[in-house]
């Protein structure tokens, strides 16, 4: 029997080993081959300009800093590199799942669950065909790839309140393991849980404690 809750994830870095930025990275090469397009010197420190959040929040002062004057084309050359490299990486298995996604066998008896991503739809998509992970995900929702796009990724919690309407609940979690994510959440009114692989900083290092740790919220909240 479903709780009336939701149970939302984040996709990169919760559900898929994806995201992180080392020598010859599928984002790498993608946010590399971005800046080498409009001339701008392709090191590190100017390749992590080019996550989302960050251009969402600074793509005025990056466009002005290297002199592109449409920002709208930057952010068409960089997702155009961006869906290339993933969906490669997703075919040559360099992005793959981690191992603790078992414990959703358990939670899926439990809650609806749903995968809300700020990767482009269509990624989502061959994300969720590629691992049948529709055995666990009743909803996955991915962002558009316009520029005009970018307003709804989070965290913006618009791509939350989505899901709740479409899943016809109210209240809920959602995990995720960046701070926009811990924004969407309470923005949308879903309590955050924050996973932190590498240390304890958040609320769990592993998705196997995802049962335990929503029983005591469920408790907690139901007493107090």
């Keep these: 029997m479903y709780s009336k809750l939701v149970v939302g994830f984040d996709m990169d870095g919760v559900i898929l080993r994806s995201d992180d930025l080392y020598p010859d990275s599928w984002i790498e090469r993608a946010f590399k081959a971005t800046l080498r397009y409009f001339d701008i010197p392709p090191s590190d420190e100017n390749a992590r300009l080019l996550y989302l959040t960050s251009l969402k929040e600074n793509i005025d002062q990056f466009c002005e800093r290297f002199a592109i004057t449409d920002p709208a084309k930057l952010w068409d050359k960089r997702d155009e590199n961006y869906q290339r490299e ?3 990486a997703l075919k040559t298995g360099e992005i793959d799942l981690y191992s603790d996604i078992d414990v959703l066998d358990t939670l899926r008896t439990r809650y609806p669950m749903a995968l809300v991503s700020n990767s482009p739809q269509h990624v ?3 994300v969720i065909e590629k691992f049948s992970l529709q055995r666990y995900f009743r909803l996955w929702i991915g962002r558009g790839t316009a520029w005009d796009d970018l307003k709804w990724a989070k ?3 618009d791509m939350l309140e989505q899901m709740k309407e479409r ?3 109210s209240r809920g979690y959602y995990i995720g393991d960046q701070p926009e994510d811990r924004q969407a959440a309470l923005a949308a009114g879903l309590v955050p849980i924050m996973l932190s692989r590498d240390n304890d900083s958040g609320d769990i290092t592993t998705l196997a404690r995802l ?5 005591e919220l ?7």
Excluded: F, W, Y
């Design 218 to 224: 469920e408790e907690r909240s139901s007493t107090g």
């Design 86 to 88: 993933k969906l490669r």
């Design 124 to 126: 989502v998509d061959q």
């Design 167 to 169: 899943l016809e609940v």
């Design 155 to 157: 965290p913006a919690p």
């Design 211 to 215: 049962p335990q740790l929503l029983g």
